[in-house]
């Protein structure tokens, strides 16, 4: 069983950094596929990012070259590095990590535990 922790959101300006950080306060993250999702109000939420275990990388289109996924298996911890942020990407922000895959997983019902979201609100 996973817990996973976030922190990091909060309100910044168009064009400002914000890094989401994802801990797994129970269990252990280095044989899961992990992901960040986000959703605005009134959408579904949208795969934002994605990491295998072994740090392959993968990302929606809207935040390529923007946004950096990345783990540190020896701390159990995933982050998610915001730059140049845009109104658009104001979201509450989910990691996820999944037991079943090993490699990219886009999907969210292919994800296993949830992270509880965080605002992140970027204002014009």
């Known amino acids: 069983q996973v817990q996973l922790v976030e922190s990091g959101g909060g309100l910044t300006q168009a064009g400002g950094s914000l890094r989401l950080s994802c801990a797994a306060s129970?269990?252990?993250?280095?044989?899961?596929?992990l992901g960040w999702f986000r959703q605005a109000p009134e959408t579904d939420r949208e795969f934002v990012a994605a990491?295998?275990?072994?740090?392959?990388?993968y990302y929606e289109d809207s935040v390529k070259g923007r946004f950096t996924i990345s783990r540190d298996n020896a701390k159990n911890t995933m982050w998610v590095q915001m730059n140049s942020l845009k109104p658009e990407d104001t979201a509450v922000y989910y990691c996820?990590?999944?037991?079943?895959?090993?490699?990219?997983?886009?999907?969210?019902?292919?994800?296993?535990?949830w992270g509880q979201g965080t605002q992140v609100t970027v204002s014009s």
């Open positions: 129970a269990g252990t993250l280095s044989s899961y596929s």
């Open positions: 990491a295998s275990t072994n740090s392959v990388t």
């Open positions: 996820a990590a999944s037991a079943k895959w090993r490699g990219i997983v886009i999907r969210p019902d292919q994800y296993d535990y």
